[in-house]
């Protein structure tokens, strides 16, 4: 029954050993795809085993070898290309005026945090001012007046109009906000 014993583990030792597949130890046949070059690679892995037992002592020995042989099959091997193309055209101005200007941007001791693409929610109005052709010009227009707390530049109609209270943004492209972020006190 010893003998038996023995040779059942050989052959379930025999298994695990030739066992090279799974999620962690894929198998030893790696392919890549390409047009390019073919190479014949392949592995593949065997073991053989021999047991021995001593009749004076009753002590069975195992001995394993490595069988292993090439075999050749076409494979496929890629070489990586690849192709850099720069194409140069002339330096075009921005359409959005925001980038134009730095962020936050001081006109007149007045800093102004830009939203663009933006229009507020809620705000009280001091007046509008026609016929300035960007968000720079409703700025200073702005920095001018002490109770100006921002300014919404309509590029539509290319006008200003000038807020004590203002807050609370939703968006709406046709429109600019600048907003009083800090102003510098008056000398007494």
Known sequence: MTRFNVVAGSIALFALVGVNAGPCRPSATT????????????????????????????????????????????????DATSLATTTSIGEQEPTDPCPLYPNPYSSNGVTFQIR????????????SISAVNNLLECMVKCSQESRCMGAIFDKTNKSC????????????TSYDIAEVAAREQAPE
């Open 31 to 78: 392919s890549a795809i390409s047009s390019l070059e073919t190479a014949p690679t392949t592995t593949s892995l065997g073991l053989s085993a021999t047991e021995t037992v001593t009749a004076s002592t009753g002590i069975t020995e195992l001995a394993i070898t490595d069988t292993s042989t090439m075999t050749e099959i076409p494979t496929t091997t890629a």
């Open 116 to 127: 663009c693409g933006a229009s507020p929610n809620s705000f009280t109005t001091i007046g």
């Open 161 to 172: 109009t000038m807020y004590t209270v203002l807050f609370g943004f939703g968006s709406l």
